[in-house]
């Protein structure tokens, strides 16, 4: 299986900050790489896919980037509303393993 | 709008057996590949099993393989997960999510399965 592996597992930011997540895989999956935001009780929402595509209806400040094994999120300038937890996922096969999460809270 | 709402969820007895149901709307149905992924609680993701447009291939994640079964009925508009012989570690929320070229674009709100005597 493909392992995926995010850090940091937790950050504390202020609103208006620049967050970087980072996703590194096992082994190279191209850019079979998405990202995931959840709130507390919800569930899972797209943000990124295939590794730098924004879904639609989502705010600019969200970006990914990276190929190969190394993947980054990028929220430029937080807004209260991002404060979550991230999740990268490989697609590139079965299982579909994702990352053990970020947690981003408030400073 | 695309609309995913799972059901079946609830207490059983571990060596039980479970039938989730997700109903999908607002979307050609059979086009997509259908994911269940689950989290226990206080946990992360973990993709559970997929299955094909036509229901024809399945996977799983390779704990779950012999237990759990998933199946699709197109003209219902509808993805089953039969989960059998169930422990107490398959205690978590369910989601039902939609596949495809990107990534699970659309997830239910999820059904919470507790396993537990």
């Known amino acids: 299986d493909i392992q995926m592996t995010q850090s940091p597992l937790s950050l504390s930011a202020s609103v208006g900050d620049r967050v970087t997540i980072t996703c590194r895989a096992s082994?190279?999956?191209?850019?079979?790489l998405n990202w995931y935001q959840q709130k507390p009780g919800q569930a899972p929402k797209a943000l990124i896919y295939?590794?730098?595509n924004v879904q639609s209806g989502v705010p600019s400040r969200f970006s990914g980037s990276g190929i190969g094994t190394d993947f980054t999120l990028t929220i430029t300038s937080l807004q209260p509303e991002d404060f979550a937890t991230y999740y990268c996922?490989?697609?590139?096969?079965?299982?579909?393993?994702f990352g053990q999460g970020t947690k981003v809270e408030i400073k | 709008e695309v609309e995913l709402v799972e059901s079946g969820g609830g207490l059983v007895q571990p060596g039980g057996s479970l039938r989730l149901s997700c109903a999908a709307s607002?979307?050609?149905?059979?086009?997509?590949?259908m994911h269940w992924v689950r989290q226990a609680p206080g946990q992360g993701l973990v993709w559970v099993s997929r299955?094909?447009?036509?229901?024809?291939?399945?996977n799983y994640a390779e704990s779950l393989k012999g237990r759990f079964t998933v199946s699709r009925d197109n003209a219902k508009n509808t993805v089953y997960l039969e989960m059998q012989s169930v422990r107490a570690e398959d205690t978590a929320v369910y989601y039902c999510?939609?596949?495809?070229?990107?990534?699970?674009?659309?997830w239910g709100p999820g059904t919470l399965v507790t396993v537990s005597s």
């Open positions: 295939v590794a730098s």
């Open positions: 082994q190279s999956i191209s850019t079979y």
């Open positions: 996922q490989q697609s590139y096969n079965t299982p579909y393993t």
């Open positions: 299955i094909s447009k036509d229901g024809i291939i399945t």
């Open positions: 607002g979307f050609s149905f059979g086009n997509y590949w």
């Open positions: 999510t939609r596949g495809g070229d990107r990534g699970f674009d659309h």
